[in-house]
Each structure stands twice: as C-alpha cells, then as structure tokens.
C-alpha cells in the first residue's frame, strides 16, 4: 500500500513556458503532501508543504508566484512552474504522509519528474 | 534549509562486506528515517525508526535510533551488487506542524569497487 503516482517523469520545455507536475496518492488520502527539488549529487530540499484545501506553506526563498501548488483533493497535488527558466532545470519530487498517530505514518516519495527547459 | 550530518559521503563496497553510514544533528528528532534512491527515481524508504534505542532490521539492513535522539546509523550486511545507490537519513523534529517536516541528510553514494 502507500503508493504515489507522480507524472510526468520526463518533461522539456521552452523558456517561458509553464510545466504542470501532477503527484497523486493511489491508495490513501493524503491530506498534506510535500514538494521538493534535488539538484545533481545533491540532497533533497522542501520547496513547500501542500495542504489539502487550504494554501502551502513554502520554505524561505522560495518564490510562491513561480512554483504554484494546488491541492484541491486528498489524493491529487500539482506544482506548476509558471514562466519556466533554464535555471529552473531539476528533478522534482512529491511526497505524500499517510497514517496517523505518532508511530503509525509514513512518507511516500513519487518517482520523481526530470524536467529540463530549453 | 537544515540539513542533517551524514557521513561518509561516499564509499566503495565489495561483494560481501558490511557497510555502515550514520547520520547526526544537533537537535533532537523524534523519527529517523532511511531511504534509498536509484538513479533518476524518487526516494524508497527502507527503515522506520520512532522510538529513542530503538533497533530495527529490514532484511540486510539494520538501523537504530540514537539514544540521544540525535544521531542513526544505518548498516547493512554482506553487501550484494544491486546495494549500490544514494543512501538518504532524513528526521523529523516532531509529529506534525512544519516541525514535522522531514529533514534530509546529504546523502550516501554506494559504489562498486573497481
């Protein structure tokens, strides 16, 4: 169980264009889900921490108008970046906390989306 | 954003031999986790840890939980080739909040030895 489904895994776009990554819970809801990037032979940073029907909450410097989160149901997240930039170049990862109580949850990562601008 | 500190950053293993990663921090957390991640995929997590002592096995793998509540380490036995990737420890200060937001270590690179 605790699966999450992240697509696309490989995106490439043009300067100014805008990506849309979609981070779905298969089996559970998830009422927070997390979004992080992970540059290479890097670790991974928290972009920002998506709520369920309310906004996200986004790490220091990270610019909320560019990485837009959506999170309209409890088993569907969305990051979009809006006028996508070659720095903006990363792998891209969702994750999703299932199960309740202080020793009965978990994270589960997505498989990750490459996306590479032009 | 915080980081926690995992070492060593790299090594080389040999079909066969025990490896041994730990991560440590300065703060105390109440979860430790270990994941590990292939190349152009998202993390697995491999090991749970939520109790200060705790000591639990995945197989080949072993992982504690400091009793400071401020370090892990992670072992893995009789090491075998498909071993070899990024080892991820990541905590979490508390259960909820934006403190229950994991924090992730630099990582593990896991190599064959030529």
């Known amino acids: 169980g605790a699966v999450v489904s992240q697509h696309p895994s490989r995106v490439i776009c043009k300067s100014g264009t805008s990506v849309k990554i979609e981070c779905r819970s298969l089996?559970?809801?998830?009422?927070?889900m997390f979004w992080y990037r992970q540059f290479p032979k890097q670790s991974l940073m928290l972009m920002a921490t998506?709520?369920?029907?309310?906004?996200?909450?986004?790490e220091q410097g990270v610019e909320k108008d560019k990485f837009l989160i959506n999170h309209a149901s409890l088993t569907l997240s969305t990051l979009t970046v809006t006028s996508a930039h070659p720095e903006d170049s990363s792998f891209y990862i969702c994750?999703?906390?299932?199960?309740?109580?202080?020793?009965?949850?978990?994270?589960?990562f997505g498989s990750g989306t490459r996306l590479t601008v032009v | 954003g915080q980081q926690l500190n995992q070492s060593p950053q790299s090594m080389f293993i040999q079909e066969g031999e025990d490896v041994s990663m730990n991560c440590t921090s300065s703060?105390?957390?109440?979860?430790w986790l270990w994941y590990k991640q292939d190349p152009g995929e998202g993390p697995v997590l491999l090991i749970a840890?939520?109790?200060?002592?705790e000591l639990t096995s995945n197989g080949r793998l072993t992982a504690q939980f400091g009793i400071t509540r401020k370090d892990s380490f992670l072992n893995i036995s009789a090491s075998i080739p498909s071993d070899v990737g990024i080892y991820f420890c990541a905590g979490q200060r508390e259960y909820g909040g934006s403190q229950g937001n994991l924090i992730f270590g630099k990582g593990t690179k896991l190599s064959v030895k030529p």
């Open positions: 703060s105390i957390f109440n979860t």
């Open positions: 089996d559970f809801q998830a009422t927070t």
């Open positions: 840890l939520y109790k200060a002592g």
């Open positions: 998506s709520n369920e029907g309310s906004k996200a909450t986004y």
């Open positions: 994750s999703a906390r299932h199960g309740t109580g202080d020793f009965n949850y978990g994270y589960t």
